[in-house]
């Protein structure tokens, strides 16, 4: 088939194209925006899930290659574990009153910003 | 990021390189050089306004999630009627048409130059409307298939690449269309 003067060619090159809305490309630009974020945050979830994976897992080993196949071969005097539940008590008390120092931070930042919206 | 109108002089290839490298606002630039032919291909293939423009959009949201895994092996605007054409196909197949059927006989009974001599009588307007309300009596993929070789002016390679098909069965195709249309353009001129 050849295109030289073939007489569809021409009634096709005289066919008009459509025009689209004028927000066509603002709208799509929204978004293909809303999706780049979308899979920005889900590679940093993966990144951290992962990172958080490995750490386990060498931690994990660390663990089973001292207390179960001894290396290194060293010998540690535990302590007496009698107070460990008083320290954990305490342990998790500090890091409840951190939490809620770092809410109380944000929220008067919230309220901060607010006011100077308003002014 | 440089303006806008320095940018369009660039390459596809430079664009979605930019792109994959996190600069998403370059987009814009393959939206500005596709979305008009894109969205024209499906309109005359849907043809239902709305639905069209929906389906462009599908379309797009497809080129950006799937641009990691364009390779070059086609040109980008091939890839990108690819998509258009399986979405625009794909939603044709949801609802039910009938189509015209024509006999053999009635297609190898018409010449381009008999065709030709009709439309001569019809003005250039009326020409295109007898076009368009004939490529409405096609079946879509049929109508995608000639306007892709007409009115985007690919290839047969590059139709088949698009379609999906062999390029003998293009050609196949393509020559059964001209004939549906010699007849139903011949047909119209004599009503």
Known sequence: MTQKNDLLKELFSRMPEEELPVSFRDNMMQQIMAEAERVRKRNERWGWI?????????????????LYMGIPRISIQLPDMSTLPFYG??????????????????????RQMSRKEKM | ???????????????????????????????DKYSRPVHSLILKVVRNREDAEELAQDVFMKV?????????????STWIYRIAYNTAISETRKKKHEFLAIEEAVLNNVSEQEVA?????????????MLDAALAQLPPD??????????????????ATITGLTSSNIKVKLHRIRKKLFVLLKG????
């Open chain 1, 50 to 66: 992962a990172v958080i994976a490995a750490s386990l897992l060498m931690i994990g080993i660390a663990i089973a290659s001292f």
């Open chain 2, 142 to 159: 049929e109508r995608a298939i000639i306007l892709l070789f007409y009115m985007k002016e690919k290839t047969i390679d590059e139709v």
């Open chain 1, 89 to 110: 008590y305490i342990g998790m008390l500090t890091l409840i009153l951190l939490g809620a120092d770092y809410k109380f931070r944000q929220l008067f930042k919230k």
């Open chain 2, 188 to 191: 119209m001129e004599e009503e």
């Open chain 2, 1 to 31: 990021m440089r303006p806008l109108d320095t940018m369009e002089l660039y390459t596809d290839t430079y664009y979605i390189q930019r792109i994959q490298a996190g600069d998403t606002a370059c987009f814009a630039c393959l939206l």
């Open chain 2, 117 to 129: 001599e009709s439309l001569g009588r019809t003005d250039d307007s009326g020409q295109l409307q």
């Open chain 2, 64 to 76: 950006f999630q799937h641009l990691p895994s364009f390779k070059g092996e086609c040109s980008f």
